[in-house]
């Protein structure tokens, strides 16, 4: 079974909501509002998506109790990894079909790195995705 992109870039979203850490011992060090995301994801060597969304994260995006259950919200899949902290943050999630392992980086409050690999379990094929946030504005509109 292949990695359908869609589905790696789900568990992928899951991931990258996991984007909050422990700064101020309760979120992730960088600046709440309107972010753009670049977006590259490669499956068995070519490229399946290169985009440039705009996304917003507000203070509850950031908080790591919150973040914590979403990740702990479906039922095929579990936690098995985590290291937080204000600068990083790196999961590792078991699923039923597939390993998912996720590295965010604050560079700065206004800079995050976030890559990410996936492998079906049915075929090994592995799906990495690189991502470059840069924070906008403090307001999420447009």
Known sequence: MKLDPRA??????AVVLGL???AS????????GLWKKSLK???????VMDTTIDACL???????KKTAEKLTQSPSCKVTEQ?????????????K????NSTTEVLNRESVV????????????????TEQWSFVKADCVK
Do not use: F, H, N, Y
């Not at 994801?41 to 490229?47: E, L």
């Not at 507000?58 to 790591?64: G, I, K, N, P, V």
């Open 58 to 64: 507000t203070a509850d995006d950031l908080d790591l």
């Open 20 to 22: 909050a850490t422990v």
């Open 97 to 100: 079909d597939m390993l998912a």
């Open 114 to 129: 976030v890559t990410a690999t996936m492998k079906s379990s049915a075929d090994a094929e592995e799906t990495r995705s």
């Open 8 to 13: 790696a870039l789900s568990i992928a979203a």
């Open 41 to 47: 994801v490669v499956t068995g060597g070519r490229t």
């Open 83 to 95: 290291e937080l902290s204000p600068k990083r943050l790196k999961v590792v999630i078991q699923c």
């Open 25 to 32: 011992a309760d979120s992730l060090d960088i600046k709440p």
